[in-house]
């Protein structure tokens, strides 16, 4: 992999924060195999990045000192790195965003928007939610253990779809996607334990979670498709085989990666669902392997 890592903090928790360092100047505008459509589809992920993984930070840091997390020794290792590996990933998000703007794709803009709907459903949902005895910070915890489900299950389809990854051809975007995979799987567990330890297992429990699944998964679908709408429409390459890729390789039944997730995502329904339940260890050990990464 050809880019410097370095481990900048263990923190005594299951997996280490690795501190990249991504040189972004030479990734090429069209860098999934030279795809407008599918370009634009990972962009506009990497657009949701830096404002939804501060609000991940910022939503489990709010709740550490509860009650029913703040002895728990081990949990708080794991909520340390938890917080040391999404900064990371911002970061670096952040640094390719940049990077695209370059080329006239506003990525900044849409940034924005991301940071503009997040606090948009929180101001909304918790006005909403406060009859029911859901705080400010309960809420987003319920989302943020949501989307790290979501999180999770994209980086695991993407270390398992080879349709795609036929695709990531530029060495320094595949190397970042991956890496950020793997570390979405390492720490899918950490804001779940958190969210268990303080709302436990009973009814209501299983009631917030499911139903803020099916809510965050509404939003997301709804924004990101928004945003490669812009992208597309901005860059004039909204076009046949533009949608035709999209089609193709994130939503057709045999190749692609949003499509594949349809199992794991319903895992969450399950009443007595656990992160862990998906055995990912073996399939992370590979690609760390492959991509040099330190454990
Ligand atoms: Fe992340
Ligand atoms: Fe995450």
Redesign the pocket.
Known sequence: MNVKVNISNRAGASFPVRRMHFDFAAVPEYWVNGSAGLTHFMTALSAL?PAG?KY?IDSVRAVRQHPAVQDNEELQKEISAFIG??AM?THEHAGFNTAAQKFGHDVAALEAHTDMVIQTARKYAGRALKPLGITQEMFDLLGTTALEHF?ATIASQLLVNQHIQSLMTDPTMSAMWYW?AV??NEHKAVAYDVFESIFGKGMKAYLARCSSLTVAMLILFVVQSYFVMRLLYADKKLNFASVRDIYTYAYSPSRGIISGMGREMLAYFRPGFHPNDHDTHALLDGWKARLGLPS
Do not use: A, L, P
């Open positions: 990045f993984e991940f590996q999404e990933h999180t950020h570390e979405e």
